[in-house]
Every structure is written in structure tokens, then in C-alpha cells.
């Protein structure tokens, strides 16, 4: 079955605690991306990786970190640096192209700081 | 400016209604334009991708004015189903090669009975 799976669905997190979210998919792409969206807001990059073993900042990428050690994943770390981490995180993949092709979306995980 | 502008939300309407969704963008360069549709806590699903010449898929068309950066998204005969916010996104290149994708903030729809 080809997509895109995002783990856990929900997870709760400690303050002070570092969490990853988990991000895997089969559909060959070389990109992958990181959002995070707010209740009620539009969503923003966090990191973004177009080949393996290299990865790029996006807009709101302090108090995150990365890997792209594989084609196929793309873990985010929420680290204890990060102020406000509850929030919606949304992984997508892109296969690059001329014209830059459209991302394709992870369910989702929903972080929220106790 | 933003990027990437949409029409302020919500819309209501009635079934049945035709409703169009404005955006606009400000970089001259952007190559291609899509509309997303997301559901209430669910990821964003492409819905359309948006061609010159304009396109069109069943009840949705979606229209492209390079010359005025200028995108439209036209519903017709609404349905209850069609109750989402809608995402305008635009993928420009980089000097630096690559692209860079922006997603407008999102118009919300209500279909009503």
C-alpha cells in the first residue's frame, strides 16, 4: 500500500522532554518536508530535505533538529528548546521536477506538552 | 505583503450555491499553482493542480492569470461534502536551484443544508 505514515498519531510530551515524530514513505520521492500548523493558522516549514544525507532550515526551524539518512525517512526531533510545541506536525514528500511538483501529506501527528 | 494571499474566511452557503475562491501571489516568477483541500484535523489533500489554460474536474475549475498573479478556484452546486478550508499554493524556483513551495493560509467553507 504506497504513502505516506506519520507516527505516532497523538503523542504527549513532558516539558523539558525531547519526543520524535517518525515520517516514512514509499512512493520513491526525493523530497521531504516538515510543517507545523497552528489551530486556525496556515502551515510553516520547518526543515526540508531534497536528496539523502542533506537537509535545509525552513522558516521556524529553532528547537528542531533532523536526519535524512534514508530515501525513505525523514525523523523530526522537538527538542526541550523549542518553546511552544504543542501543535499539528505534517510531513510531506514531493518527486522534483520541472516546475516543482506538488507535495503529497503524512495523516499527521498531533504533539501536545503536558 | 504576504506571498501568498487567499480571500478572508469563512464562506457560508447554501447547497447548491456556486462559490469561487480568490489568491493571489507576488512573485512574477512562480511556475505552478494548486488548491489543497483540508478537512477539520486532517492533512491537506491536493485537490487540483492549476494550468494556463485553465482546467476543470467535475464541479471544480480552477483558472490561472500569470499576467495579473491572480488564481481562481469556482465550486459549483455546492455540496455538504465540500465544507473545508481551502489552500492556495504556489512553487516558484530558487536561484540557488530547486523551488520553494508557499502555502496561503486557507479559506474555510461552510456548505449548508
Known amino acids: 500500500d504506497g504513502g505516506i505514515t506519520q507516527s505516532p498519531k497523538y503523542l504527549f510530551r513532558k516539558e523539558g522532554q525531547n519526543v520524535t515524530l517518525s515520517c516514512e514513505q514509499n512512493l520513491n520521492h526525493d523530497a521531504m518536508y516538515w510543517y507545523r500548523q497552528d489551530p486556525g493558522q496556515g502551515l510553516r516549514l520547518i526543515y526540508y530535505s531534497q536528496i539523502v544525507n542533506d537537509f535545509q532550515k525552513g522558516d521556524i526551524a529553532e528547537g528542531y533538529s533532523v536526519s535524512r539518512e534514508k530515501k525513505e525517512s525523514f525523523p523530526l526531533t522537538v527538542t526541550s528548546a523549542q518553546k511552544n510545541p504543542t501543535a499539528f506536525y505534517l510531513c510531506?514528500?514531493?518527486?522534483?521536477?520541472?516546475?516543482?511538483?506538488?507535495?503529497?501529506f503524512g495523516p499527521g501527528t498531533r504533539l501536545t506538552v503536558l | 505583503r504576504k506571498e501568498v494571499e487567499q480571500d478572508p474566511g469563512p464562506f457560508n452557503v447554501p447547497e447548491g450555491a456556486t462559490v469561487a475562491f480568490n489568491c493571489t501571489y507576488s512573485n512574477s516568477a512562480s511556475q505552478s499553482f494548486f488548491w489543497y483541500r483540508q478537512d477539520c484535523r486532517k492533512e491537506p489533500k491536493l485537490l487540483m493542480s492549476v494550468y494556463s489554460s485553465g482546467n476543470e474536474d467535475g464541479r471544480f475549475t480552477a483558472q490561472l492569470n500569470r499576467a495579473s498573479q491572480y488564481i481562481s478556484l469556482l465550486i459549483r452546486d455546492s455540496k455538504l461534502s465540500d465544507s473545508a478550508t481551502y489552500l492556495c499554493?504556489?512553487?516558484?524556483?530558487?536561484?540557488?536551484?530547486?523551488?520553494?513551495?508557499?502555502f496561503g493560509a486557507g479559506t474555510r467553507l461552510f456548505v449548508k443544508a
Open positions: 510531506a514528500t514531493a518527486a522534483l521536477g520541472a516546475g516543482g511538483n506538488e507535495q503529497f
Open positions: 499554493v504556489v512553487n516558484h524556483y530558487l536561484n540557488t536551484g530547486g523551488f520553494k513551495t508557499i
